[in-house]
């Protein structure tokens, strides 16, 4: 084995030789395996079924099947490479295992920047729902939601490609995108439930004559606080999902001087944390929005059906 790979990566193949390591390793490896499989078919069904049905064709949907489609590619790709990168540890491959980790890290970055970026754009896209009103449905449309998933894509695409070749000032970066993200998400939902009560209270102190626009009014603001309440569950438990990951890198920069074994350890741990977020995902939209569970309740047995012709 190459001597310099193994003072690069000394931690690394520690893990491989260890027994009592070993063991964690391979449980990851199962785990990331039976996830990225249930995260592929679940996301994959989110997105098929937004996209052939025409009444989810609207912005807040097409946003929706945006963070589908990166869970679907974190299931696709990302961690089966990351269970690769595992297999290749364990078998203390260290040139094969140099490269998957960097393949990997590569996506981790891509796909956590489109997540990121896709739920700070949804999250804005709810408060704009309601500040517009009517407006909104004239500058907030489908294909301009489309031509904005693209440009994150591309974004995201360019911001791993840099991190690769700026270790030192991707960190900083990513700690600002991180409280970016987080800021424009607390002030958009402050914001919305800010109106939602002012819209309340103006509803409650209506006149007796304006009793029937008050009604036709309650529907849609129902409507609008369960779509709100259903997007707050989900970036919840995204954040949950990856909070182990920032206490990884306080304790990577903060506590340890170098990689220790306990620090990369905990890493491959953190990582399958953070992935069971794309696994989940569909289960929540099914739970709390009822159009995506019909939805994809109406594709299946379509596609069953087409299934059974062939």
């Known amino acids: 084995?190459?001597?310099?790979?193994?003072?690069?990566?000394?931690?690394?193949?520690?893990?491989?030789?260890?027994?009592?390591?070993?063991?964690?390793?391979?449980?990851l490896c199962i785990t990331n395996a039976l996830s990225a499989i249930a995260s592929s078919i679940g996301n994959f069904l989110v997105v098929?079924?937004?996209?052939?049905?025409?009444?989810?064709?609207?912005?807040?949907?097409?946003?929706?099947?945006?963070?589908?489609?990166?869970?679907?590619?974190?299931?696709?790709?990302?961690?089966?490479v990351f269970v690769a990168s595992n297999i290749t540890l364990l078998f203390e491959d260290c040139t094969l295992f140099s490269i998957l980790v960097r393949v990997h890290e590569y996506f981790a970055n891509q796909l956590l920047a489109v997540s990121f970026f896709t739920l700070s754009v949804t999250s804005l896209d709810r408060f704009l729902a309601f500040k517009l009103h009517l407006r909104y449905q004239e500058l907030i449309t489908v294909r301009r939601i489309?031509?904005?998933?693209?440009?994150?894509?591309?974004?995201?695409?360019?911001?791993?490609?840099?991190?690769?070749?700026?270790?030192?000032?991707?960190?900083?970066?990513?700690?600002?995108?991180?409280?970016g993200f987080s800021l424009n998400t607390v002030i958009c939902y402050f914001k919305i439930f800010?109106?939602?009560?002012?819209?309340?209270?103006?509803?409650?102190?209506?006149?007796?004559?304006?009793?029937?626009?008050?009604?036709?009014?309650?529907?849609?603001?129902?409507?609008?606080?369960?779509?709100v309440r259903s997007l707050l569950y989900v970036v919840g438990f995204f954040c949950v999902s990856y909070l182990p990951w920032v206490f990884w890198v306080i304790a990577k920069y903060s506590i340890s001087k170098g990689e220790t074994v306990e620090i990369?350890?905990?890493?491959?741990?953190?990582?399958?944390?953070?992935?069971?977020?794309?696994c989940f995902n569909p289960f929540l939209y099914?739970?709390?929005?009822?159009?995506?569970?019909?939805?994809?309740?109406?594709?299946?047995?379509?596609?069953?059906?087409e299934r059974a012709r062939n």
């Open 286 to 305: 099914c739970w709390r929005m009822r159009d995506i569970r019909e939805a994809i309740k109406e594709q299946t047995r379509v596609m069953c059906k």
């Open 1 to 27: 084995m190459n001597s310099s790979c193994e003072r690069e990566l000394g931690s690394y193949l520690v893990l491989g030789s260890n027994e009592k390591f070993s063991l964690v390793i391979l449980f």
């Open 146 to 179: 489309v031509l904005c998933l693209l440009f994150i894509w591309i974004t995201a695409s360019i911001f791993a490609f840099w991190i690769s070749f700026h270790r030192i000032s991707a960190e900083i970066a990513k700690i600002t995108f991180v409280v």
């Open 48 to 80: 098929i079924a937004i996209w052939r049905t025409p009444s989810l064709h609207c912005p807040s949907s097409v946003l929706l099947s945006g963070l589908a489609l990166s869970d679907l590619a974190v299931g696709l790709i990302s961690q089966p």
């Open 194 to 227: 800010r109106i939602v009560g002012y819209d309340q209270r103006r509803i409650a102190s209506q006149i007796p004559t304006t009793q029937s626009n008050t009604q036709e009014s309650r529907p849609n603001l129902s409507r609008y606080k369960r779509s």
């Open 264 to 278: 990369v350890l905990a890493a491959r741990v953190f990582f399958t944390v953070s992935y069971s977020n794309a």
